[in-house]
């Protein structure tokens, strides 16, 4: 079932979008995503209720942000830290570091790995 307050905010426009600052972080839970135009083409956006600050629009358009999302795959409901680590210093591009709370995967069984010695 989906969020129809955040279907209704959409419609006028987007809840405040996250401003990227050094050491800034977001924790709260993921309500919904949609799909947003830019100038560069079309983006990802994750609306999360903020423990602060209420539902901010983040806006997948950060390279390193966007391959957090790729890999760990935070679902809609589920509880996500992010934050931003800043530029990279020789680079410039922005560093992030994404966290989900969700059950930990089960771990090998490196007993049955001896037999490989």
């Known amino acids: 079932m989906s969020d129809l307050s955040i ?12 401003v990227v600052k050094e050491g800034e972080k977001i924790v709260g839970e993921i309500k919904s ?3 947003a135009y830019t100038v ?3 983006a990802w956006v994750c609306h999360i209720e903020d423990e602060k600050r209420g ?4 806006w997948l358009t950060h ?3 966007l391959d957090w999302f790729k890999k760990l795959k935070p679902k809609v409901g589920e509880r996500i830290g992010i ?3 800043g530029k990279h210093p020789e680079k410039g591009y922005w560093q ?15 007993e049955a790995l001896e037999a490989w010695d």
């Open 96 to 110: 992030f570091l994404v966290i989900i709370d969700r059950d930990e995967p089960e771990m090998p069984d490196f």
């Open 63 to 65: 390279t390193v942000l």
């Open 55 to 58: 539902l901010i629009a983040v």
């Open 7 to 18: 279907k209704l905010d959409s419609e006028r426009g987007y809840p405040p979008s996250w």
């Open 40 to 42: 560069y083409g079309e």
């Open 33 to 35: 995503y949609n799909r």
């Open 83 to 85: 934050k931003c680590n």
